[in-house]
């Protein structure tokens, strides 16, 4: 009926509606969202909760395990809605998040964070809450997000932390290309992370990849408006885990400020980078198609200015190509104590205003096949 396929002979349906919620965008319906959760997470059977066609309007939710149900799927039908009053959400830090659960499916839906008063806020640079990340999965497991859209979050939209099993599809995100700390979907502290098939139009960056993050695989998005898909920022503390094993391939990205950027702060760090592939992109009028900067300082303040301890190594470019809206497509900006090692590109082929593009390296160890580029500095 819902197209999900379940091992499970019983499945138990829980209709937000009979909690109390009401689908007309005004009566807040945080309590009767809560209450069915709570009813779901105790049943012992595979469990659905059902939100039917309408508008809701919710607070924040904190939804936690340990459940009882072995898998609950969240089927939404209708929106989600946020308070126009910023501040109602805004003082959280999460208005949808799931903590310590294990098989929860989300199937479908809207996420209306109302963020673009928030935003206004900070580019007033008058007293403003930090605002609320939109979706937020921590120490979870066996997590399917399938066909959601999240509309103007006032923050990240969705945020992957300490998960493992985590299957993203089908997403659509969307905020303006000027809105502030909008990450599309961040993932960190998360082993065998699949975001397939998804659309991401936002003010930062499209895939932000944290500390902690391995085996993750990043296939068909598009990327625009956007910061790019970014590994980092990284070196934020001496401690670190590192990043490894992430693919990412068949990509689309246009007009954004970067395509595929590692980023790491000139500060001591026991972190590193390996074994990532980047795998047949396109780039449409991008600033910055290929980026290792790990003299990473947004405006320039407060710079550690030191040098990075982020090891990069074994970093593939394969069937990159497109146009760049800057002459150095490719800039490697590695750290001096720790050179960039095993840095390939192979069949690269960017331009700008028509001609090939150029390329910048420092403290980088690399080969190059295949080119289209006016010099290769690898």
Known sequence: MFGICSTSATLTKYNVLKYGAKPNGRTDSTQAFLKAWNAAC????????????????????????????PQIIIRIDGTLVASVDYHVLGKSPNWLSFEGVSGVSIIGGALDAKGPSLWA???????????????????SNNIKINGLLSL??????IVINGCQNVHVQGVKIIAA?????????????????????????????????????????????????GHGISIGSLAKDMKEEGVQNV??????????????????????????????????????NVQNPIVIDQNYCPHNLNCPG???????????????????????AIKFDCSAENPCTGIRLQ?????????????SCSNVVGKAFDLVLSNSCL
């Open 247 to 284: 693919t990412v391939m068949n990509t689309i990205f246009s007009g954004t400020q970067n395509g595929l950027r590692i980023k790491s702060w000139a500060r001591p760090s026991s972190g590193f980078v390996k074994g990532i592939q980047f795998v047949d992109s396109v780039m449409r």
């Open 121 to 139: 806020c900070k580019a007033s640079h008058t007293n403003c809450p930090s605002g609320a990340t939109t979706l937020s999965f921590s120490n």
């Open 347 to 359: 069949n690269v082929n960017l331009t700008y205003m028509k001609k090939a593009a150029e390329s």
């Open 42 to 69: 105790g049943s012992a059977d595979t469990t659905l909760i059902y939100v039917p066609k309408g508008r809701y309007l919710v607070g924040s939710m904190d939804f936690k395990g340990e459940c009882k149900s």
């Open 177 to 225: 290309g000027n809105s502030p700390n909008t990450d599309g979907i961040h993932v960190q502290l998360s082993t065998n992370v699949e975001i397939i098939n998804s659309s991401i139009k936002t003010g930062d960056d499209c895939i932000s990849v944290g500390p902690g993050t391995k085996n993750l695989w990043i296939e068909r998005v598009t990327c625009g408006p």
């Open 306 to 328: 030191q040098v990075s301890g982020v090891k990069i190594t074994d970093i593939v470019y394969q069937g990159i190509r497109g146009t760049s809206s800057t002459p150095v």
């Open 152 to 157: 103007n979050s006032q923050m990240f939209h």
